[in-house]
């Protein structure tokens, strides 16, 4: 028999709030209407203390991988070089999109649980003199590490090259300063932290990015940032057709998420994140990502001999508790616990307790119910 209840403790999608979930149930409006626009202009501006910058956000109807694109066909011509970060699934991910587009990519290769060095991608600037942006994640999802964009950006800003994150798992997570920090380009989506159904990208450009933007004549329609901008800013609404129900939910998240404060909001995603850890090492297991650990999403090695897939499936299908495997060659090594977005703290000892159950039922022997104390300890200290 199924659960009868079920917890999406997963990196994303994540579970989305009852009021959001009623607001995005309201009768569809036009969207080339004022009610419309006043909801599109109140979420980009709502938005920008996420991203940590006075400049405009762009909301564009599709995944996170949408606004990935927008950032490299807007930022870079066919030819030209780039140097990008590859440290797991998505780092990958940059470079396959530059391919594609006909750019010149140059990897910076990092282990799988690994935050890039600074100095790697320096060095790279240095062998690859003609390149004009890096491209790196903020979380590297599929490893559960958090590269040093702070400190890349150190790196980029005296150059005559842009620095473009992917924050799909750090915007909403913990803090952004795009504009402090010398970010040029910042992208997210709505499937994470946002509390929202997959389906918005989101992206913001520097200054100097704009410029770069506004000078390239490349190929693109969709995905043109430049007639993007002029609609919403301009004339307050979007280029083309709009998620409308996923916008006015969007408003909603953020409703919600600026009430509880953006301190509270991180305070409460690192809380979760030291929880899951510490009950993971209390039940002897080591963590995937243990030197630059992401507060969105926990990445624990399964025991020697115990095929993670099995025990995630387990959790899944006869707990209800949803969580996931590793990817590529980490499917049977890595369970991910994701605690972003709508999740509360007490959500962790769900999440402690299935994992438990199930490495028991695969053979894993520990001192039952000794991670879920962990995660009661960690909860009660940050209480």
Sequence with gaps: MPPIKKYLLTPGPTQVPPEVLLEMARPLIHHRTPEFSAELDKARERLKPLFGTAQEVLVLS????????AAVCNLLAPREEAIFVNGGKFGERWGKMLGAHGMTAHEVKVEWGRAVDPEQVEQALERHPRARAVFVQASETSTTAVHPVEQLAEVTRGRDVLLIVDGITSVGVFEQKMDEWGLDALVSGSQKALMLPPGLGLIALSERAWERARSLKTPRYYFDLNRELRAQRDEHTTAYTPAVTLVRGLNKSLELI???????????HRL???AVREGA????LKLFAPDSPAPGVTGILAPGGID?????????????????????????????????????????LVALSALEMALRQHG???????GVAAVQRRLAAGA
């Excluded at 894993?364 to 000794?370: I, L, N, R, T």
Aim: proline share 1%; charged share 20%; no cysteine.
């Design 62 to 69: 599709s995944s996170g991988t949408g606004a990935m694109e």
């Design 258 to 268: 600026h009430g509880e404060t953006l301190e509270a909001v991180f305070a409460r």
């Design 281 to 284: 090492r209390a039940l002897g």
């Design 308 to 348: 993670a897939a099995k025990v995630v499936r387990m959790m899944r299908d006869n707990l209800g508790v949803g969580v996931q495997a590793g990817q590529d060659h980490m499917r049977t090594k890595l369970i991910r616990i994701g605690h972003m977005g709508y999740v509360a703290p007490f959500e962790m």
């Design 272 to 274: 979760m994140a030291e």
């Design 364 to 370: 894993y022997d520990f001192s039952a119910g000794a």
